[in-house]
């Protein structure tokens, strides 16, 4: 695995109890997430990297629109797994049992100094 799918995978482990990950299958469906996690955030990449002068050549409208496209999908998989892995709140509890959970966790960092987004 990858140097940045393997931040991701340690990121997301060290955040679950112990045995959540103890079958194959569960192993392979997080190996897909921290694919489409990694691949989401290199489209995001280029997507921020996109000049707005670009967008007045030909084709240029185009090819962010096609980056936007592709990243959605790579968010839309990593969501879809981490709702087959339960690693959401909506895939672990009830609405009042969620809202009780994320109230009683503690601070995050925010997504620009975290280090599971794989930029650390």
């Known amino acids: 695995m ?26 392979l469906l997080l190996t897909d997430f921290c ?27 185009e090819r962010l629109e096609r980056i936007l496209k592709m990243r959605d999908r790579e968010a839309r998989g ?14 672990r509890y009830t609405p009042h049992a969620a809202a009780a959970a994320a109230a009683s966790t503690s601070t995050y960092d925010p997504p620009w100094e975290s280090a599971c987004s794989g930029r650390a």
Not at 35 to 61: I, N, Q, S, Y
Not at 78 to 91: E, F, G, M, S, V
């Open 78 to 91: 990593a969501a879809d797994k981490a709702t087959k892995l339960r690693l959401t709140n909506q895939a």
């Open 2 to 27: 990858p140097e940045p799918q393997s931040v991701v995978w340690r990121a997301v482990v060290a955040t679950e109890d112990r045995q959540h990950f103890r079958t194959r299958a569960l192993q």
């Open 35 to 61: 694919r489409h996690v990694v691949t989401a955030e290199r489209l995001t990449a280029l997507a921020d990297a996109f000049e707005d002068e670009w967008l007045k050549a030909d084709g240029g409208l």
